[in-house]
């Protein structure tokens, strides 16, 4: 090896091949650094392994997404047969045509016997609410810093769903317990 600054080792220009993920080089060895001169050896490059990211974001977004639906969906669904069932037997109505001609001071008397049930169908409702946009904005930032990116795309579409799934239920639950509490006869 020569002492001689004027051999000093020179980096080469490039350092990466062509494509993405591309091994490094030179990966070290000897080069020679002009036309004429010694060979001088460089040591390999060594480069950093790339941090491996936690899915547990995504995960507990996907989770949270899922569990607030279930949960949410069937209390209030519960919750809303019950109270359409009770307040139509409390009424004494025989069938749905009294109900399309309330004013909202009897509609309000109406539900007045189940307020308690009502109270815990606006409690699903709430909490619904909340956890599912939590569980939306942690799954876009989820896919968005790519530690969970599948769960977080699923923890989306259960949260934008959420809604729809919410309102069907409870749809279908009072119209169900209204038909369920007017009797029948032959």
């Known amino acids: 090896m020569s002492e001689n600054p004027q051999h000093a080792?020179?980096?080469p220009a490039v350092t990466r091949a062509p494509g993405p993920?591309?091994?490094?080089?030179?990966?070290?060895?000897?080069?020679?650094?002009?036309p004429g001169a010694p060979p001088v050896y460089l040591p390999p490059s060594v480069t950093p392994p790339a941090p491996t990211?936690?899915?547990?974001?995504?995960?507990?977004?996907v989770i949270v997404a899922i569990c607030t639906v279930a949960f949410s969906s069937v209390l209030s669904a519960t919750t809303?047969?019950?109270?359409?069932?009770?307040?139509?037997a409390h009424a004494g109505l025989t069938s749905t045509r009294p109900l399309e001609h309330l004013s909202d001071d009897q509609t309000l008397?109406?539900?007045?016997?189940?307020?308690?049930?009502?109270?815990?169908?606006?409690?699903g409702f709430w909490s619904g609410t909340v956890l599912g946009v939590w569980a939306l904005i942690q799954g876009i930032v989820a896919i968005a810093?790519?530690?969970?990116?599948g769960q977080g795309i699923g923890a989306v579409?259960?949260?934008?769903?959420g809604p729809i799934v919410y309102a069907v239920a409870v749809t279908l639950?009072?119209?169900a317990g209204v038909v369920a509490a007017i009797p029948t006869y032959s």
Not at 53 to 61: C, F, Q, R, V, Y
């Open 109 to 123: 008397a109406l539900l007045s016997p189940v307020r308690g049930l009502v109270l815990w169908a606006e409690i």
């Open 9 to 11: 080792p020179v980096p």
């Open 80 to 88: 809303s047969f019950a109270a359409a069932s009770g307040a139509v």
């Open 53 to 61: 990211t936690s899915k547990a974001l995504g995960t507990i977004a």
């Open 157 to 161: 579409i259960v949260a934008a769903a």
């Open 173 to 175: 639950a009072v119209l």
């Open 145 to 149: 810093s790519r530690r969970g990116r």
């Open 21 to 34: 993920g591309g091994p490094a080089w030179p990966t070290g060895g000897y080069v020679q650094s002009v």
